[in-house]
Structures are given as C-alpha cells and as structure tokens.
C-alpha cells in the first residue's frame, strides 16, 4: 500500500484534531477516559498541548541535537482556557509543520531518520489516539480511517518498538514471528522478535516486508486496520482480532 504524502498527513492532523475537539467541547472536561483510566479529559488534552509544544521545540532546531528535556512535558491548563489553548498550540504545530521540508533534519529518539517527516506521523499518530479516547469517554468511538490505521501501526513497529518502548521489553523467552493483517487494507506486517541478549536491555525487533515460504508463524492476527492499531497501542486487546497462536508474543508487540 502507498504511504500517504506529506501534505495527507496533515490534512489527517487537522480532521483528527478537528473531531477531538468536538468530542471535548461536548462532554463534562472531568470525565474519566475508559480506555486510559488515570486521565480525565483535561489530563488528555493538557498532554496533547505538552506533545504538540514539545514537536515545535523539536522543529525550531534545525539540526539532530536532541532537546532539553528530551520528552514532552504536561501542562496544567485551567479548564475555562482549555480548548482555546488547544486551538493556539494546534495552529502554532501545523504552522512549524509546514515551515519546514519533510526531509530536513530534525532529531528524534528512535532508530529512524532523522528528519522533519518522522514527526508528521507522530503529530498525526497522538492526535488520532486522543480523539480515539476522547471519543471513547462519550461513548461514541469512530475507527481509523485504513490508510490512517495502517500508519498508526507502522510508527508501532518501526519506532516504537525498537527503541523498546514495548511492554515484555525485557523478557528473554519472548520471541518469534509475527503477521499482523489489515484486511480492509490489504497490507500484511511480518514482525520477528528476537530474544534478549545478557547485553541488551530488551530483544530487538525486526520489520520483515515478505518471509520466506518456509517460515513458521508463532502468531498472527487480522483484522481491521483500525482494531489491529488499536491492539498494538494498548487501547483494545488482541481479541478485538481473529488471533492465533503465542499471545504472550502478541502482547510483546504492545506500546506502553
């Protein structure tokens, strides 16, 4: 399946901001979100606003020199400024978003290029998360778009997980190979864990794009695009799926 382009990305950010925003302005700020039981509603929009302002710290460098702090920090925003300061800082990220090309260098934690376009998909990734959340907390979740899922779980399993923001990230005996299969986009994922040496702090994770014929299977789960993004950020369980095999290695795959 062809990646979506760079001006698709935020295109997606400003529809996925768009529908949280919706879902927000319509709900007690003070509701617990199900699917992220620590947070109310003003936690996961303070959060969004501390990601998004930390994404425009990141691109106002122009260089890879990792920031001060290195990961995005929460603000406290009182609830009558809440979605006034979400609608400033949205408008400030698409504006830094577009300032500069996709393939400019921009430093970023995983083991990935190092360029502006990396956090396209990551604004894009949180947003989409939130307003998944957010909606859960009404009541009134809507899946990913396929194309939109299938992204959400390539940033999983190309960054995320081998930088080993992975739950099991440290379990030795969890290992193996993997096929994830988003039906209603067609797209196959082939993901081999490999057990951990006594050197490394958490098994490496490989992102094969065909296997062998010959190639055993421990575990494979399809389903839509959507409930398999879902699964992998830890927002859903792999049930969600039609899933076979080794779940402890299905769980492996899950973001913290």
Not at 43 to 48: E, G, M
Request: charged share 25%; glycine share 4%.
């Amino acid at each position: 399946m062809t990646k979506p382009h760079v001006t698709d990305f935020l295109i997606e950010l400003e529809h996925e901001a768009a529908v949280l925003r919706g879902s927000v302005a319509e709900a007690d700020f003070n509701q617990v979100i199900p699917s992220r039981p620590d947070l109310t509603l003003v936690d996961l929009v303070a959060t969004l606003v501390g990601t998004y302002r930390f994404i425009i710290q990141v691109l106002h460098n122009e260089n890879t020199a990792a920031p001060i702090p290195s990961e995005p920090t929460t603000p406290r925003i009182a609830e009558d400024q809440l979605l006034q300061t979400f609608d400033d800082v949205l408008a400030d990220l698409i504006g830094a978003l577009k300032a500069r090309p996709a393939d400019s260098p921009a430093w970023n934690w995983a083991p990935v290029a190092k360029t502006v376009a990396f956090w396209h998909r990551r604004a894009l990734t949180e947003t989409a998360l939130s307003r998944w959340d957010a909606q859960m907390a009404i009541g009134a979740t809507e899946p990913f778009r396929p194309r939109l899922a299938c992204d959400i779980i390539a940033e999983a399993l190309e960054a995320y997980l081998p930088a080993g923001r992975r739950r099991n990230a440290g379990d030795q005996a969890t290992h193996g190979l993997v096929q994830l299969f988003a039906q209603d986009a067609d797209e196959t994922f082939f993901v081999r864990l490999h057990a951990r040496a006594e050197d490394e702090a958490c098994g490496r994770i490989s992102v094969l794009s065909n296997i062998d014929s010959d190639s055993q299977l421990q575990a494979r789960a399809a389903g839509s695009a959507s409930d398999l993004a879902l699964a992998l950020w830890g927002r859903l369980p792999f049930g969600i799926t039609d899933a076979v095999g080794d779940d402890d290695l299905l769980q492996s795959l899950r973001v913290q």
